[in-house]
């Protein structure tokens, strides 16, 4: 059954990545989307834990960079890192449905915007669009406004575990 659920969350990472990639990719606000991907990939985490996370962002990030021009690895290093720290909130807190969304999409999304931007050093990629632009920023900001809706539609569908802490 659990493996049926992650397989399930692959499936729909894929499909939200490909729909995100072709037909939503001019929809937005002033040039800026929120990441769905990122979105999905925490709320996901924290529902089936590290391990399993690493594996849905690595996938998901691999997937992401196929389609895109992404340099290949790039997202499914961010998705893999993102998705162990955040799967490490499973059993652990309380998920209600407005204020731990958003600060785990606040938290989220910084870490994404730290993580490209070290990853802009290391390997001196050079892009149009700094990691701590405004563009990042009002990104953020549209990631958390979207969470709660995104946790509803989880809980609502059953796709998320309707027991959530288990631990301190």
Same mark, same amino acid.
């Given at each position: ?21 072709? #037909?939503? !990719?001019?929809? %937005?606000?002033?040039?800026?989307? /929120?990441? *769905?991907?990122?979105? $999905? =990939?925490? +709320?996901? &985490? ?39 720290? #955040?799967? !490490?909130?499973? %059993?652990?807190?309380?998920?209600? /449905?407005? *204020?731990?969304?958003? $600060? =785990?999409? +606040?938290? &989220? ?39 709660? #809706? ?19």
């Amino acid at each position: 059954m659990r493996t049926r659920k992650s397989f399930l969350y692959a499936i729909i990472l894929l499909v939200v990545i490909f729909i995100d990639t072709t #037909f939503f !990719k001019n929809v %937005g606000w002033a040039g800026v989307r /929120p990441d *769905f991907v990122l979105v $999905l =990939l925490v +709320f996901m &985490a924290h529902s089936t834990g590290s391990f399993k996370a690493i594996l849905l962002g690595f996938i998901a990030g691999l997937f992401l960079d196929a389609l895109t021009l992404a340099p290949f690895g790039y997202f499914g290093l961010i998705y893999s890192v993102t998705g162990y720290l #955040f799967g !490490k909130s499973k %059993g652990k807190v309380f998920l209600d /449905p407005l *204020f731990f969304p958003l $600060l =785990l999409l +606040f938290f &989220a999304s910084l870490f994404k915007m730290v993580l490209s931007a070290l990853l802009d050093v290391v390997f001196l990629a050079s892009s149009e669009v700094s990691s701590f632009s405004a563009v990042s920023w009002l990104e953020l900001v549209m990631n958390m406004i979207l969470s709660p #809706f995104v946790f509803g539609i989880l809980k609502v569908t059953g796709l998320m575990n309707g027991k959530q802490r288990e631990g301190f």
